[in-house]
């Protein structure tokens, strides 16, 4: 069986629950198009959960190769990448991503 991983990057976030619709509409609105424009992004996944006052966001982006995130992200891909109308939302900022080779079978 011939394997061709895609590799996967995943971001998390955080943002007070209460902002949670209002965050989810501006990655809707400027994070998921920036994604999707990228040549080689194949695809954009957000989760999202509320624990009590608090919302975590993880976006899952699939990509052709690593060329691809470097093209989206800069040469230094395992940083996260972070719009400015973050600061407005997010507690905290996690300075990297992680990536894992994707298996679909």
């Known amino acids: 069986m011939k394997r061709n991983p895609v590799i996967t990057r995943i971001w998390h976030g955080k943002t007070q629950a ?3 619709e ?4 501006f990655l809707e ?3 998921v198009p920036d994604y ?13 959960m509320i624990d009590g006052e608090v919302c975590h966001f993880w976006t899952i ?3 052709k190769n690593l060329e691809s995130i470097i093209a989206f992200a800069g040469e230094n891909y395992l940083r996260a990448k972070y719009y400015p ?3 407005d ?3 905290g900022f996690e300075p990297e991503v ?7 079978y």
Request: aromatic fraction near 10%; include cysteine; charged fraction near 25%.
């Open 22 to 25: 209002e965050y989810m509409a």
């Open 18 to 20: 209460i902002h949670a």
């Open 29 to 31: 609105k400027t994070a």
């Open 61 to 63: 982006t699939r990509w």
């Open 85 to 87: 109308e973050d600061t």
């Open 98 to 104: 992680i990536h894992c080779e994707t298996f679909d």
């Open 36 to 48: 999707k424009s990228t040549p080689g992004n194949l695809s954009v996944q957000i989760l999202r």
């Open 89 to 91: 939302f997010l507690v």
